[in-house]
């Protein structure tokens, strides 16, 4: 049902806001992501999809990329889930996430954000070294 919903979504030029907040098991997140970065001029998103750890690792992108400038994602995400997610908003201004320290992952390998354009970072609910940089070269390194 978001999956046809979101299709729609795309026939509204100058929707620049969503938040969608999901009840129902949402199967393949990767096609909700997608759908909701190609929303054309959408410069605020906040999701919210239950059943946490189903995402198969997205594409980096290379040419697709989303206009986005505030992401607010509130189900928990992997740390190389969220690298791939990212790739996608390169425009993101404002970050809030909440990450899980529970993966495939080393546990004491550290990890980078670049962006040109971000002012605010939040992360919730991980146990891992973040080093963030954007283009005015402010960079802070923390232990969230």
């Excluded at 620049?16 to 992501?33: G, H, L, P, R, T």
């Excluded at 791939?84 to 990450?99: G, Q």
């Excluded at 980078?112 to 609910?125: D, K, P």
Aim: glycine share 0%; charged share 20%; proline share 3%.
């Amino acid at each position: 049902y978001l999956n046809e919903l979101l299709i729609h979504l795309l026939s509204l030029p100058c929707l620049s806001s969503i938040a969608i907040d999901c009840i129902d098991n949402v199967e393949n997140k990767n096609d909700i992501y997608r759908q909701i970065f190609r929303l054309p001029v959408l410069k605020y998103c906040k999701i919210s999809l239950n059943k946490p750890f189903n995402l198969i690792l997205l594409l980096i992108a290379t040419t697709e990329f989303s206009p986005i400038g505030y992401l607010v994602i509130t189900n928990l995400l992997r740390f190389n889930e969220l690298n791939d997610l990212l790739s996608y908003v390169a425009e993101l201004h404002r970050l809030s996430i909440h990450l899980s320290n529970k993966s495939s992952e080393k546990y004491d390998e550290q990890y980078s954000i670049h962006f040109n354009h971000l002012t605010h970072v939040f992360f919730f609910n991980i146990k891992r070294t973040v080093s963030v940089l954007n283009n005015d070269r402010k960079f802070f390194t923390c232990l969230v």
